[in-house]
């Protein structure tokens, strides 16, 4: 069975500079080819500026690829009308508050998705709007509050809602839950959890949060200055992290045991001026493995024991992975 979705090889750069600096390009994303399976929780994470939230706009079409293709279904992406994309893929935001138009009422936006793709009587949609409102956990009495009225969990609820009730395949949530109190975002995610079973949802979960992938993400890729470093099932990745990238996030989890104190990543320096990125492997200046190759070659994608990772460490194991659409051109 195809994908879902799939990415091959997309890149996405962006100029900066002026008339006296000069124009340089940044790139957000580097060379990214993902497969996304029907049903499956795709984990995207690493650090701020690593490019996720970019790839996730990409992934549902708000941006173009500087090179490289998206495809849904077998269907490029681009060749899709916006109204085509929205009924197949949507978003929910990091920040419910903005995302909402403070001037319409709870029912008037999660009904707004139904009145644009014009589906259903107006009997019809104000019927789905009440059932989606209880799928996820709204009152009804809320119907006609405004999102200033509600709370940040309640929010995000009317978010999801939106985004559920044209019932699309695919919802890529950019980051659902960090701006929301720690007590509130179990609940978010549970739901997340049960509207993923109840609709047969695929779902591609943005985050810096490590325990939030560990729970709900089928597999996990670990991205760092707009490349995939590592990816694989969720559990190989984190019972048995290949990068050295992938080991240090996992080193820097805060645990509640008592007495291990503040958690030590090992690495050197910080993270890279984007614009002005290291030779080689990018990750080379702050690698406590790096090695002479790494300085001058970037590696490239391998299979390693059922993951992909991109690593010199790994050299004489080596399988390159690519795209099959990159294969087949």
């Not at 079973?197 to 709900?216: C, K, M, P, Q, R």
């Not at 990750?283 to 300085?295: D, K, T």
């Amino acid at each position: 069975m195809a994908p879902l979705l799939e990415a091959s090889d997309v890149h996405v750069s962006y100029p900066v500079g002026g008339m006296f600096s000069g124009r340089r390009a940044v790139k957000a994303v580097n060379g990214v080819s993902l497969q996304i399976e029907r049903g499956s929780v795709l984990g995207i994470v690493g650090e701020s500026g690593c490019g996720k939230s970019t790839l996730s706009r990409l992934l549902i079409g708000l941006e173009q690829p500087t090179s490289g293709s998206v495809w849904v279904d077998g269907a490029p992406i681009a060749q899709m009308t916006r109204l085509a994309r929205a009924r197949r893929i949507q978003p929910v935001f990091q920040d419910p508050y903005s995302s909402l138009n403070p001037r319409r009422s709870i029912e008037a936006t999660i009904r707004q998705p139904l009145d644009v793709h014009g589906i259903g009587t107006s009997r019809e949609r104000i019927a789905a709007v009440r059932e989606m409102m209880d799928l996820v956990g709204l009152a009804q009495r809320h119907a006609n509050s405004y999102p200033s009225q509600l709370s940040g969990g309640q929010r995000q609820r009317v978010a999801i809602a939106r985004a559920l009730v044209i019932r699309p395949e695919l919802l890529v949530c950019d980051e659902p839950t960090s701006a929301l109190d720690v007590s509130v975002q179990s609940q978010i995610l549970n739901l997340l959890q049960d509207l993923r079973a109840e609709f047969n949802l695929t779902y591609v979960l943005i985050s810096h949060d490590l325990a939030i992938v560990e729970h709900i993400a089928t597999r996990v890729a670990v991205m760092y200055t707009g490349k995939i470093v590592e990816e694989g099932e969720t559990s190989a990745v984190f019972s048995n992290p290949l990068h050295p990238y992938s080991r240090a996030l996992l080193s820097a989890v805060l645990t509640p045991e008592p007495g291990l104190g503040i958690p030590e990543t090992r690495l050197r320096g910080s993270f890279p001026n984007p614009m002005d990125l290291p030779p080689g492997c990018t990750f080379h200046p702050r690698c406590p493995e790096s090695m002479p190759i790494c300085m001058e070659n970037a590696p490239c994608l391998q299979n390693i024991d059922g993951k992909s990772v991109s690593c010199h460490l790994y050299a004489e194991q080596r399988s390159s992975v690519e795209s099959p659409r990159k294969q087949l051109g």
